[in-house]
């Protein structure tokens, strides 16, 4: 916290490849500089040593890959991890936040857990994904801390606390699935966790488009915490996406075909209002309309309660 930029600079120019990947990241569309930056001390000088120390420790993260190139976890890792990382940034800079490289790093590294238990329980890991499916989805960490004892949250802290990461970055990281634990804390943590909990729903579109009743609290929660409707979302996404590219290429991972995060958005919604749809021919015309209504606008379509699964009509197994 209270080092000389020179020092900084000094150590970084001992890695020349880390430099020169600084500085690619440093002049790409991430940060859109209107004028190249040519030296790291102008790097540093121009963002920052957090900036600088979250950039240095993403950019660093591929020395720990195992695997093989055609180790499919390991790539789909990869894919979310990056996207996370981006996705947390660019909502924190779309939001003002005080810190987003800081949002940034801790995007990237929020489940790093997951790759630590998957490593050391093979069999377990692939039994637990054949009996909780969907509540992976919803309650990761309570099916995990079932399963092994532990959960990946609570790994990822505990391996980034040792890295002498700032209890801002670990804490967040720790409750990321359970936000409201420190919704009594530091504003800043709490914020942090609320904004990982979302990216993490974000970089799972693919899976979370199949259950309508998640795609549409995740539909809630970006109205609610961010303002965005579906379309913003959806147009968000896009215009975020060349920059996951951009990242990946920059920490050299080899991800296969990238998801398109934009497109399944719109593909899950639209499945939700049909579903949506289908479901309110059992309620009264106005209801209806309302439905029709938000899905125009892009709204997220609030379903209530039935005690049938959505979709199904009254009497139906």
Request: proline fraction near 7%.
């Amino acid at each position: 916290a209270d080092c000389d930029p020179n020092e900084i600079v000094s150590l970084l120019s001992q890695d020349p490849a880390l430099c020169a990947k600084l500085l690619k990241a440093v002049n790409s569309c991430l940060y859109g500089l209107s004028r190249p930056v040519s030296s790291v001390s102008r790097a540093v000088a121009i963002l920052g040593l957090n900036t600088v120390r979250s950039l240095a420790l993403g950019l660093s993260l591929p020395a720990m890959r195992t695997g093989s190139g055609t180790d499919t976890a390991m790539r789909d890792y990869w894919v979310a991890a990056v996207a996370g990382g981006i996705f947390a940034r660019e909502l924190a800079v779309r939001s003002r936040r005080p810190a987003p490289e800081d949002d940034l790093i801790a995007g990237l590294l929020q489940d790093l857990g997951s790759i630590l238990l998957r490593r050391t329980f093979p069999r377990e890991w692939a039994t637990c994904l054949k009996e909780h499916g969907q509540r992976l989805l919803s309650e990761p960490c309570e099916v995990e801390d079932e399963v092994f004892g532990i959960n990946h949250a609570e790994i990822s802290a505990q391996l980034l606390r040792s890295w002498k990461l700032p209890d801002d970055v670990v804490e967040p990281i720790r409750h990321h699935h359970q936000p409201h634990r420190l919704a009594d804390g530091p504003r800043v943590m709490a914020q942090r966790a609320e904004l990982l909990h979302f990216v993490g729903n974000l970089t799972q579109l693919d899976l979370i488009a199949q259950y309508p009743h998640l795609l549409e609290q995740l539909l809630a929660t970006a109205k609610a915490r961010f303002g965005m409707s579906r379309s913003q979302l959806v147009k968000f996404l896009e215009e975020v996406a060349p920059k996951v590219v951009a990242f990946t290429g920059l920490i050299d991972q080899d991800v296969g075909q990238r998801p398109d995060f934009a497109a399944i958005l719109c593909s899950g919604t639209e499945e939700l209002v049909k579903l949506t749809v289908e479901n309110s021919r059992f309620r009264d015309a106005p209801d209806l309309a309302r439905i029709e209504q938000h899905a125009a606008r892009g709204d997220p379509v609030l379903v209530r309660q039935e005690p049938e699964p959505l979709g199904v009509p009254p009497g139906v197994p």
